[in-house]
């Protein structure tokens, strides 16, 4: 999910919960342990999933990925803008 942080009304950066694939997408190009941006959070089934926008070094997207999440694998990175 993203948050933002703001002073007197200007942007200072945003803070993106990113994770790592648990397996290789060929199809996607996407190798194991890639990471990707967290854009929502679902609850199905007793478990909990995560739609994942994985992107190139351009950060240009190269696919949507579905991964169930547990605790451990979240991760936080920082976008300056």
């Not at 648990?22 to 199905?44: C, F, M, N, T």
């Not at 999933?49 to 936080?76: C, D, H, M």
Request: proline fraction near 5%.
């Amino acid at each position: 999910m993203e948050t933002s942080a703001k002073e007197g009304g200007r942007l200072l950066y945003k803070e993106h919960d990113r994770i790592s694939i648990p397996q290789a997408i060929p199809e996607l190009g996407v190798e194991r342990g890639a990471e990707g941006v967290v854009k929502s959070l679902d609850y199905a089934d007793n478990n909990v999933w995560a739609s994942v926008v994985v992107t190139y070094s351009t950060n240009q997207p190269r696919g949507l990925v579905n991964v169930q999440l547990t605790p451990e694998e979240k991760v936080s990175s920082y976008t300056f803008v």
